[in-house]
């Protein structure tokens, strides 16, 4: 049977449950090879996912179902980096929280990529992921501020 397309986050998600075992395997092996990349240039490698922006403003409270959809990928994606001790930030949980208390977007009206407030709070989130702490003033301060 043949759907139309359906796109959450710029993908395709009519065929993504079916094709789980498939994404598992890529996703394992992306991840492990940019892992041991970036261990031998001695640097830190990071993955860090979109949210899926639109459920967030279709419904801010939830609840978000991560077994369907382009929330699936950031599942199969957490899971795999916490099985191979990489730092995940899921932005999916940090924009609704942030879009919550601001009922501010975080695209240009124009087009999906984030503004300023998106790149803020995406900022904030990837810091404290990285550094263990909320992030300095000086690095933007309180996120209620902007």
């Known amino acids: 049977m043949s759907y139309p397309q359906q796109f959450e986050a710029n ?4 065929s993504l449950a079916e094709k789980e075992g498939s994404n598992r395997v890529a996703i394992a092996y992306v991840l492990d ?6 261990e031998r240039q001695g640097c830190t490698f990071a993955v860090v996912m979109d949210g899926v922006r639109q459920l967030i403003y279709d419904n801010p409270d939830g609840p978000f179902d991560r077994d369907s959809g382009a929330l699936l990928l950031n599942r199969i994606v957490s899971e795999k980096a916490e099985a191979l001790d990489i730092p995940f930030v899921d932005l999916h949980d940090v924009f609704a929280d942030e879009y ?10 124009c087009d999906a990529h984030w503004n300023k407030r998106g790149h803020a709070a995406a900022a904030a989130a990837i810091y404290e ?18």
């Open 100 to 109: 919550r208390a601001t009922q501010e977007n975080f695209e240009y009206r």
């Open 11 to 14: 993908i395709d998600v009519n």
């Open 129 to 146: 992921q990285l550094m263990g702490q909320a992030e300095p003033a000086s690095l933007g301060g309180d996120r209620a501020q902007r």
């Open 33 to 38: 090879e940019a892992k041991k990349l970036c």
